[in-house]
């Protein structure tokens, strides 16, 4: 590859960490506050359950065919490239704009704003809300130094944040085990929180129902999206054909069975009155299962968890813009990495900058809202590719074949077209942003990108 098109990413990355990007971007914001959430617009924990259940299958579904896609396409970029490939360079370049605000910067900012409102335990004095600095509150502050410094660490050397993800993700998976078997081992719980139904549920009309699991359905995709992470960085693995289906799907299965284990614990330690509308789900429940003490530990669990998705996000959303500026002269920028440590160095500091737009001018519900409803579907779009390509190219060498064909990328197309027209109905403004972005996308790809392409897609 020539100078011009940027530097070549290393390839390091192993089947031990293609599990451990998966787990630690999908297990982040998402699991620690959209169950209370999903309590304020349902109001039933049987149902929230098993939305939970829906959305691991779904997921499963998609990572198989992601698993397809990227083996035998593999690589960086993930749906940039399957839909460059598939549909032509406008899908792909819309996939990468909603990869840069919705899949990756949303997702970190609200990852971000988390970690100091469960912080906030630890040092009250983040809680101030009349403190700030130049128009910034102190949380958000806060969370600003947290985003810029998981990008110093990525600056470094892609091996070094690599090695942080692993560690950071060993001793998150290793603590929620722990707060699983603990609650119900010790905890002081109730099994008839389970069943408990709230008069929010109960005031619903039959429309209102479908608009709301809907919208709690989006909340849920939005917690597994990440499901997908390995895909980005195909590029960087040893042996893709192999550790990359092996990656998504082992990483997958371990997340579905974990988030089915944790909305058990939220629901055993409070009823779903108490859940509702909390973005600190966790430190409420904690509280009714373990008292003052064992919260402490259980909320340094999550403050790891979280910081470790965001740092898993970090890593993987720049190597979407990387590809991008190797096949577009106009973004061009986006492909340089430092020869020295193989870091995407600029994608990094505009996704960096980008996430801070975010996190300033928005609240968790609604940035995970948004980016839900974005990455539903384009996520989508990626998964029909598998059916496209199986027309087109039956003689494409697939190292990996999706199980269930047809039925599993139907299945997930159909449930998240589904999702999102009821997700629209619900939260209009969030699902009308969504589409402006990727709307914003197609106006960049005509106005610049087209004219500026340097080299045929894929090249």
Known sequence: MSEARGGELHRYIGLRSAIALVI????????????????????????IF??????????????????????????????YAYLRDTYGG??????????????????IAAAAKSVVRYAVHFFPALDAVEASWLGVSLQDGAALALVWGLIGVQLRGARAGMQLGDWLTVFKVAGLVAIVVAAFAFGRGSLSNLTEV???????????RSAALATSLVFVMFCYSGWNASAYVASEFRNPQRDLPRGLLLGTAFVVAIYLAINAVYFYGAPVSELAGKVEVGLVASRHLFGPTGTHFVVVVLLVSLVASASAMTIAGPRVYYALGRDYAFFAFLSRSSPRSGAPVTALIVQGLVTSGILLLGRVDQIQQYSGFTLSLFASLAVSCVIVRRIRQPELERPFRVIGYPLTPLLFVGVSAWMMFWAFQGRPLESSLALATVALGGILFFVTARRGSKAEPGA
């Open 198 to 208: 709230s008069p929010v549920y109960e005031s619903l009309s039959a429309g209102d």
């Open 50 to 79: 098993g939305l939970w259940v829906v959305g691991g299958v779904l997921a499963l579904c998609g990572a198989l065919c992601y698993a397809e896609l990227g083996a035998s396409t593999p690589g960086a970029g993930a749906e």
């Open 90 to 107: 406008a899908f792909g370049f819309m996939s990468a704009i909603v990869s840069l605000v919705a899949g990756f910067s949303a997702p």
């Open 24 to 47: 630690a971007n999908v297990i982040g914001a998402g699991i620690f506050t959209t169950t209370g959430f999903q309590a304020a617009d349902l109001g039933h924990p049987g149902l």
